[in-house]
Protein backbone atom coordinates (compact mmCIF):
# COMPACT_ATOMS: atom_id res chain seq x y z
CA UNK A 1 0.00 0.00 0.00
CA UNK A 2 1.58 3.22 -0.85
CA UNK A 3 -0.37 6.55 0.86
CA UNK A 4 0.89 10.06 -0.15
CA UNK A 5 0.04 12.45 2.86
CA UNK A 6 -0.23 16.10 1.17
CA UNK A 7 -0.67 19.48 2.06
CA UNK A 8 0.32 23.06 0.32
CA UNK A 9 1.02 24.96 3.59
CA UNK A 10 4.47 26.79 2.78
CA UNK A 11 6.20 28.45 5.64
CA UNK A 12 9.59 28.58 7.03
CA UNK A 13 8.73 27.75 10.68
CA UNK A 14 10.58 25.23 12.15
CA UNK A 15 7.62 23.17 12.80
CA UNK A 16 7.59 22.36 9.16
CA UNK A 17 10.18 20.54 9.78
CA UNK A 18 10.51 19.53 13.48
CA UNK A 19 7.39 18.85 15.02
CA UNK A 20 6.45 15.64 16.53
CA UNK A 21 2.54 15.52 17.33
CA UNK A 22 0.14 12.96 16.98
CA UNK A 23 -0.79 13.14 13.29
CA UNK A 24 2.80 12.77 12.57
CA UNK A 25 3.72 9.78 14.69
CA UNK A 26 0.61 8.09 13.42
CA UNK A 27 1.60 8.32 10.02
CA UNK A 28 4.54 7.67 10.87
CA UNK A 29 3.45 4.20 12.36
CA UNK A 30 1.41 3.22 9.50
CA UNK A 31 4.76 3.65 7.70
CA UNK A 32 5.95 0.32 9.97
CA UNK A 33 3.16 -1.48 7.24
CA UNK A 34 2.88 0.85 4.46
CA UNK A 35 4.91 2.76 1.69
CA UNK A 36 4.41 6.17 3.06
CA UNK A 37 5.86 9.85 2.17
CA UNK A 38 4.48 13.69 3.07
CA UNK A 39 4.54 15.67 0.31
CA UNK A 40 4.73 19.01 1.40
CA UNK A 41 4.55 22.94 -0.40
CA UNK A 42 8.14 24.76 -0.72
CA UNK A 43 10.01 26.43 -3.37
CA UNK A 44 12.90 23.88 -3.69
CA UNK A 45 13.22 20.35 -4.07
CA UNK A 46 14.20 18.37 -1.41
CA UNK A 47 13.72 14.75 0.58
CA UNK A 48 14.02 15.29 4.58
CA UNK A 49 13.66 11.78 6.40
CA UNK A 50 11.31 12.76 9.61
CA UNK A 51 12.30 11.59 13.06
CA UNK A 52 8.62 10.30 13.61
CA UNK A 53 9.50 7.28 10.33
CA UNK A 54 8.97 8.47 6.94
CA UNK A 55 10.12 11.12 4.26
CA UNK A 56 9.21 14.45 3.82
CA UNK A 57 9.20 15.21 0.08
CA UNK A 58 9.42 19.04 -0.37
CA UNK A 59 8.19 20.23 -3.87
CA UNK A 60 6.58 23.65 -5.71
CA UNK A 61 4.10 21.34 -7.34
CA UNK A 62 2.88 19.11 -4.87
CA UNK A 63 0.02 17.97 -7.42
CA UNK A 64 2.19 16.57 -10.02
CA UNK A 65 4.91 14.93 -7.18
CA UNK A 66 2.24 13.23 -5.68
CA UNK A 67 0.30 11.59 -9.31
CA UNK A 68 4.18 10.83 -10.37
CA UNK A 69 4.41 8.19 -7.02
CA UNK A 70 1.40 6.66 -8.14
CA UNK A 71 0.15 6.33 -4.73
CA UNK A 72 -2.80 3.75 -3.71
CA UNK A 73 -4.53 6.60 -1.61
CA UNK A 74 -4.14 9.86 -0.53
CA UNK A 75 -4.44 11.79 3.01
CA UNK A 76 -4.60 15.37 3.47
CA UNK A 77 -4.12 17.29 6.24
CA UNK A 78 -5.83 20.49 6.29
CA UNK A 79 -8.75 22.65 6.67
CA UNK A 80 -11.49 22.54 3.98
CA UNK A 81 -10.30 26.06 2.72
CA UNK A 82 -6.87 24.80 0.95
CA UNK A 83 -6.62 25.09 -2.62
CA UNK A 84 -4.96 21.62 -2.61
CA UNK A 85 -7.94 20.17 -2.39
CA UNK A 86 -9.98 21.89 -5.29
CA UNK A 87 -6.60 20.97 -7.26
CA UNK A 88 -7.04 17.08 -6.43
CA UNK A 89 -10.66 17.00 -7.00
CA UNK A 90 -11.20 15.24 -10.09
CA UNK A 91 -8.28 12.80 -9.88
CA UNK A 92 -9.31 9.36 -9.34
CA UNK A 93 -7.33 7.60 -6.39
CA UNK A 94 -9.38 7.32 -3.15
CA UNK A 95 -8.64 10.22 -1.12
CA UNK A 96 -8.72 11.22 2.41
CA UNK A 97 -8.60 14.40 4.83
CA UNK A 98 -7.32 14.23 8.51
CA UNK A 99 -9.81 17.46 8.84
CA UNK A 100 -7.35 20.14 11.16
CA UNK A 101 -10.38 22.25 11.92
CA UNK A 102 -11.85 25.44 11.35
CA UNK A 103 -15.45 27.01 10.24
CA UNK A 104 -14.27 27.30 6.31
CA UNK A 105 -16.28 24.98 4.17
CA UNK A 106 -15.19 25.52 0.52
CA UNK A 107 -14.13 22.15 -0.51
CA UNK A 108 -15.38 19.94 1.84
CA UNK A 109 -16.86 17.22 -0.78
CA UNK A 110 -13.61 16.77 -2.09
CA UNK A 111 -12.23 13.56 0.48
CA UNK A 112 -13.97 10.21 0.20
CA UNK A 113 -13.87 10.33 3.99
CA UNK A 114 -13.20 13.32 6.30
CA UNK A 115 -11.12 12.27 10.17
CA UNK A 116 -12.05 14.78 12.46
CA UNK A 117 -10.92 15.39 16.14
CA UNK A 118 -14.37 15.77 18.27
CA UNK A 119 -17.73 14.73 18.44
CA UNK A 120 -18.97 18.48 17.50
CA UNK A 121 -17.42 18.03 13.89
CA UNK A 122 -18.47 14.70 13.51
CA UNK A 123 -22.14 15.22 14.17
CA UNK A 124 -21.99 18.31 11.87
CA UNK A 125 -20.25 17.03 8.53
CA UNK A 126 -22.69 14.00 9.22
CA UNK A 127 -25.60 15.76 9.24
CA UNK A 128 -24.30 17.24 5.95
CA UNK A 129 -23.79 13.94 4.19
CA UNK A 130 -20.03 13.71 4.84
CA UNK A 131 -18.52 10.14 4.95
CA UNK A 132 -16.68 11.29 8.46
CA UNK A 133 -15.02 8.84 10.63
CA UNK A 134 -13.83 10.32 14.37
CA UNK A 135 -9.95 9.66 13.87
CA UNK A 136 -7.47 11.91 16.17
CA UNK A 137 -4.52 11.44 18.83
CA UNK A 138 -1.61 12.55 20.14
CA UNK A 139 2.34 11.75 20.58
CA UNK A 140 2.36 9.93 24.22
CA UNK A 141 5.69 9.15 23.62
CA UNK A 142 7.04 12.59 23.76
CA UNK A 143 3.60 13.86 26.25
CA UNK A 144 4.67 12.26 29.41
CA UNK A 145 5.24 13.22 33.15
CA UNK A 146 8.80 14.69 34.01
CA UNK A 147 10.21 15.34 36.76
CA UNK A 148 9.98 19.25 36.34
CA UNK A 149 9.94 21.81 38.64
CA UNK A 150 6.71 23.29 39.07
CA UNK A 151 7.25 26.83 38.22
CA UNK A 152 3.57 28.01 36.90
CA UNK A 153 0.15 27.60 38.04
CA UNK A 154 -1.22 27.36 34.60
CA UNK A 155 0.47 27.10 31.21
CA UNK A 156 -1.32 27.46 28.00
CA UNK A 157 1.04 26.59 24.65
CA UNK A 158 -1.23 27.67 21.79
CA UNK A 159 -0.94 30.48 18.69
CA UNK A 160 -0.90 33.64 19.61
CA UNK A 161 -4.71 34.02 17.56
CA UNK A 162 -7.07 36.21 18.89
CA UNK A 163 -9.58 33.13 19.00
CA UNK A 164 -7.64 31.27 21.51
CA UNK A 165 -8.22 34.30 23.94
CA UNK A 166 -4.89 34.98 25.54
CA UNK A 167 -5.62 37.96 27.19
CA UNK A 168 -8.47 36.13 29.26
CA UNK A 169 -5.60 33.66 30.11
CA UNK A 170 -3.19 37.05 31.25
CA UNK A 171 -6.01 38.46 33.11
CA UNK A 172 -6.83 35.52 35.31
CA UNK A 173 -2.81 34.54 36.06
CA UNK A 174 -1.38 37.34 35.67
CA UNK A 175 2.74 36.37 36.74
CA UNK A 176 1.65 33.13 37.64
CA UNK A 177 0.90 31.91 34.26
CA UNK A 178 3.45 31.33 31.14
CA UNK A 179 2.09 31.35 27.32
CA UNK A 180 3.82 30.13 24.13
CA UNK A 181 3.43 29.76 20.31
CA UNK A 182 3.26 31.66 17.17
CA UNK A 183 3.34 35.17 17.38
CA UNK A 184 1.25 36.42 14.73
CA UNK A 185 2.33 40.02 13.36
CA UNK A 186 -1.01 40.87 12.11
CA UNK A 187 -2.31 40.77 15.84
CA UNK A 188 -0.19 42.14 18.14
CA UNK A 189 -2.90 43.14 20.65
CA UNK A 190 -2.63 38.79 21.82
CA UNK A 191 1.08 40.04 22.99
CA UNK A 192 0.43 43.20 24.63
CA UNK A 193 -2.14 41.67 26.23
CA UNK A 194 0.16 39.23 28.30
CA UNK A 195 2.80 41.56 28.62
CA UNK A 196 0.40 43.65 30.30
CA UNK A 197 -0.18 42.00 33.17
CA UNK A 198 3.24 40.56 33.43
CA UNK A 199 2.33 36.96 32.05
CA UNK A 200 5.06 35.06 31.24
CA UNK A 201 5.76 34.98 27.57
CA UNK A 202 7.79 32.65 24.87
CA UNK A 203 7.44 32.26 21.22
CA UNK A 204 6.84 28.89 19.63
CA UNK A 205 9.14 26.15 21.23
CA UNK A 206 9.84 23.01 19.69
CA UNK A 207 7.83 19.53 20.20
CA UNK A 208 10.42 19.13 23.22
CA UNK A 209 10.50 22.24 24.80
CA UNK A 210 6.81 22.06 24.66
CA UNK A 211 6.30 19.18 26.62
CA UNK A 212 8.57 20.07 29.25
CA UNK A 213 6.11 23.47 29.53
CA UNK A 214 3.34 21.62 30.18
CA UNK A 215 5.23 19.81 33.29
CA UNK A 216 6.40 22.83 34.50
CA UNK A 217 2.45 23.76 35.26
CA UNK A 218 0.48 22.67 37.96
CA UNK A 219 -2.00 23.25 35.35
CA UNK A 220 -2.75 23.46 31.76
CA UNK A 221 -5.41 26.39 31.53
CA UNK A 222 -6.88 26.44 27.63
CA UNK A 223 -8.40 29.68 27.13
CA UNK A 224 -9.61 28.93 23.61
CA UNK A 225 -13.40 29.33 22.60
CA UNK A 226 -15.19 26.65 20.52
CA UNK A 227 -13.69 28.42 16.84
CA UNK A 228 -10.22 28.28 18.42
CA UNK A 229 -9.95 24.45 19.00
CA UNK A 230 -7.07 23.53 20.96
CA UNK A 231 -7.89 19.88 20.95
CA UNK A 232 -4.45 18.61 21.10
CA UNK A 233 -3.08 21.07 23.79
CA UNK A 234 -5.78 19.38 25.49
CA UNK A 235 -4.51 15.35 25.24
CA UNK A 236 -1.06 16.45 25.18
CA UNK A 237 -0.80 18.16 28.62
CA UNK A 238 -3.84 15.33 29.95
CA UNK A 239 -0.83 12.63 28.70
CA UNK A 240 1.32 14.63 31.15
CA UNK A 241 -0.62 13.97 33.51
CA UNK A 242 -1.14 17.93 34.27
CA UNK A 243 -4.78 18.76 35.64
CA UNK A 244 -6.22 21.04 32.85
CA UNK A 245 -9.37 23.43 32.59
CA UNK A 246 -11.06 24.68 29.72
CA UNK A 247 -13.87 26.87 28.85
CA UNK A 248 -17.31 25.59 28.50
CA UNK A 249 -18.35 27.62 25.64
CA UNK A 250 -15.80 25.61 24.11
CA UNK A 251 -17.46 22.13 22.73
CA UNK A 252 -14.44 20.79 21.46
CA UNK A 253 -12.13 21.16 24.22
CA UNK A 254 -14.72 20.80 26.87
CA UNK A 255 -15.63 16.84 25.59
CA UNK A 256 -12.14 14.96 26.54
CA UNK A 257 -12.29 16.69 29.72
CA UNK A 258 -15.92 15.57 30.59
CA UNK A 259 -15.36 11.91 28.82
CA UNK A 260 -12.58 11.48 31.30
CA UNK A 261 -14.02 12.74 33.95
CA UNK A 262 -10.78 14.58 35.34
CA UNK A 263 -10.12 18.37 34.71
CA UNK A 264 -12.28 21.51 34.92
CA UNK A 265 -14.82 23.25 32.75
CA UNK A 266 -15.09 26.72 33.19
CA UNK A 267 -17.34 29.72 32.39
CA UNK A 268 -14.80 32.07 30.50
CA UNK A 269 -14.75 34.77 33.66
CA UNK A 270 -11.64 36.02 35.51
CA UNK A 271 -12.87 34.80 38.87
CA UNK A 272 -14.56 31.42 37.94
CA UNK A 273 -10.89 30.90 35.95
CA UNK A 274 -8.76 31.51 39.54
CA UNK A 275 -10.82 29.46 41.37
CA UNK A 276 -11.06 26.63 39.12
CA UNK A 277 -6.92 26.93 39.18
CA UNK A 278 -7.15 27.15 42.75
CA UNK A 279 -9.30 24.00 42.81
CA UNK A 280 -6.74 21.75 40.56
CA UNK A 281 -3.28 23.35 40.92
CA UNK A 282 -1.81 21.07 43.73
CA UNK A 283 -3.86 17.68 42.55
CA UNK A 284 -2.04 14.87 41.42
CA UNK A 285 -3.87 13.26 38.56
CA UNK A 286 -3.57 10.44 36.10
CA UNK A 287 -5.06 10.91 33.06
CA UNK A 288 -2.20 9.38 31.00
CA UNK A 289 -3.80 6.33 30.99
CA UNK A 290 -7.09 7.44 29.64
CA UNK A 291 -5.31 9.47 26.35
CA UNK A 292 -3.23 5.91 25.85
CA UNK A 293 -5.98 4.15 25.74
CA UNK A 294 -8.45 6.38 23.91
CA UNK A 295 -6.09 9.12 22.02
CA UNK A 296 -2.35 7.45 21.35
CA UNK A 297 -0.98 7.52 18.08
CA UNK A 298 -0.95 3.94 17.76
CA UNK A 299 -5.23 4.73 18.54
CA UNK A 300 -5.28 7.13 15.95
CA UNK A 301 -3.06 4.94 13.06
CA UNK A 302 -5.22 2.25 13.64
CA UNK A 303 -8.20 4.88 13.09
CA UNK A 304 -7.05 5.94 10.04
CA UNK A 305 -6.12 2.52 8.40
CA UNK A 306 -9.07 1.75 9.07
CA UNK A 307 -10.99 4.60 7.35
CA UNK A 308 -8.67 4.83 4.19
CA UNK A 309 -8.85 1.00 3.42
CA UNK A 310 -12.63 1.53 3.60
CA UNK A 311 -12.78 3.78 0.66
CA UNK A 312 -9.83 1.90 -1.11
CA UNK A 313 -12.32 -1.34 -1.64
Known amino acids: MRLAVANDWYNKKSAVFFNKDGFLRAIGILGEEWEVKFFKK ?25 LDWKPDAILFFCDFSRPIL ?23 NVADIVFVESDSYFKDFQSRGLNVKRAFGVNTQLFRPMPQPKIFDAVFPATMAAWKRHEL ?31 ATLHHQNAESTALIYNMGRTCLITSHTTGGSQRTVLEAMACNIPTIVMADSDKTSEYIRDCGVG ?20 EVNTRDWVIKNYSEYVYAKQMKEGILSICK
Not at 47 to 54: A, D, N, Q, S, V
Not at 264 to 283: A, F, L, M, Q, T
Open 86 to 108: EEFKDVDIPKAQAFTGGPFRDHE
Open 264 to 283: GIVEPSVERIRDEVNKWKDK
Open 42 to 66: HEQTFTMPHECGFDLQFQPNVKQAV
Open 169 to 199: FAEAMGEKGLACGFWQPHEPHVIEALQKHGT
